[in-house]
C-alpha cells in the first residue's frame, strides 16, 4: 500500500451489516487484505469472524461507502499528512455537520451542529447533537464520525471520532484533528456576510420584502416568509448599498437557483445574478466589487 492507505482506522461493529456488501476493503492491522469491497456479508457466523479479526479499514474507505465530497474522477486535493489540513481555516465557519452510524442503524445520520473552535493539530470543538432520550454522549467517546465543514469557497470532509463529551457551559464534542481532509471548492467566487433589506419583483406577484445574508460578485442569499418562486425562475432583486459613504441603488436580475427551508419556517433562496440571456452590466459588476472589497476588511454591520 501507498504512503498515504498505511494509515489504517479500525471499523466500529455498526459498520458491517449482515446480508449487505461491505462498502471498503477490510485489513488487518498489519495490513493483509481480509475481504475485499463489495463482497457480501452473507449471515451472522461470517459477521463474528470478521470481527473477531479486528478489521480496519484505510482514510479513504469511507468515500467509497458513498461519503466522499464528489466522484473520484473530479480529483478533489487532499490535504494534510505533512501539515495542518485546517491551516488556513482559523475559525471562521460556516456550518459543520456530523455523519454518524449507530447500533440499529441501516443508514448514517446527518446532524448539523454549531461550531465553537479548534485548536490547532488537537482537536475541533463543536456542539453535541440531541440524538435521543436514550443516548447519551458521555457513553460514547471513541465512536466514528464523517464530518463536512463549509467555510469560505471550500467544502472539507473527513473521518474522525469522538474524544470526549462536556455538558458545561453547554453540551459539547471534541472531535479527534484528522490528520488529512478532502477539500473542494464548492463557489465560483468568495462571498462575505451582509444585512441589507431588499426588494424582490417577480412576474404576477407583489413586491415582496426579502433581508440579503450574504453577497458575491455571481449572486447572493435572500431570507423571506414568502415564497417568491420557482427554481429557474427569473426574478429582479432591488437594494440599497454604501459606497464611500453614498448610497448606491441598484436593481438586479436574477435567477432562482436553490431554496430551503430553515427553521421557523424562514425561506432561503439562492439567487445568481443576471439574466438567462446576458450578465450584468459593466457599471453593476464594478459596484457589486467595490462593496465587496470594502466588505472583506471591513468585519462590522454593513447597511
Known amino acids: 500500500m501507498s504512503d498515504k492507505q498505511q494509515v489504517l482506522i479500525p471499523v466500529a461493529d455498526f459498520e458491517l451489516t449482515v446480508g449487505k456488501p461491505v462498502p471498503y476493503n477490510l485489513f488487518t492491522r498489519g495490513g493483509i487484505l481480509v475481504l475485499a469491497a463489495g463482497s457480501v456479508v452473507a449471515d451472522d457466523d461470517m459477521l463474528s469472524r470478521l470481527l473477531s479479526t479486528r478489521p480496519f ?10 461519503m466522499a465530497l464528489v466522484d473520484e474522477s473530479d480529483k478533489e486535493l487532499l490535504i494534510g499528512e505533512s501539515r495542518d489540513p485546517f491551516r488556513e481555516l482559523g475559525h471562521s465557519v460556516e456550518s459543520i455537520e456530523l455523519f454518524l452510524r449507530l ?79 478532502q477539500r473542494k471548492a464548492y463557489r465560483s467566487s468568495l462571498r462575505v456576510s451582509a444585512a441589507l433589506p431588499a ?36 426574478v429582479t432583486l432591488t437594494f440599497r448599498m454604501r459606497l464611500d459613504n453614498e448610497a448606491y441603488m441598484l436593481s438586479l436580475p436574477c435567477i432562482i437557483r436553490n431554496q430551503q427551508t430553515r427553521k421557523g419556517g424562514l425561506l432561503h433562496y439562492g439567487l445568481s445574478f443576471g439574466d438567462t440571456h446576458q450578465h450584468l452590466p459593466w457599471h453593476q459588476r464594478m459596484a457589486l466589487k467595490a462593496y465587496l472589497y470594502d466588505g472583506l476588511i471591513d468585519t462590522g454591520t454593513r447597511q
Open 57 to 66: 479499514r484505510t482514510a479513504e474507505g469511507i468515500a467509497r461507502a458513498g
Open 103 to 181: 447500533p440499529g442503524d441501516d443508514d448514517t445520520r446527518p446532524y448539523s451542529v454549531p461550531f465553537f473552535g479548534l485548536m490547532p493539530m488537537q482537536a475541533l470543538i463543536v456542539g453535541a447533537p440531541f440524538i435521543s432520550r436514550n443516548f447519551f454522549w458521555r457513553d460514547h467517546e471513541g465512536l466514528p464520525l464523517f464530518v463536512k465543514l463549509r467555510s469560505g469557497r471550500y467544502l472539507y470532509a473527513f473521518e474522525t471520532s469522538v474524544t470526549r463529551y462536556g455538558a458545561a457551559p453547554t453540551a459539547y464534542l471534541m472531535l479527534g484533528y484528522p490528520k488529512v481532509a
Open 199 to 234: 426588494v424582490i419583483d417577480a412576474a404576477g406577484k407583489e413586491k415582496l420584502k426579502v433581508a440579503i445574508s450574504d453577497m458575491s460578485d455571481k449572486g447572493c442569499a435572500v431570507d423571506t416568509q414568502f415564497v417568491i418562486g420557482e427554481i429557474g425562475s427569473q
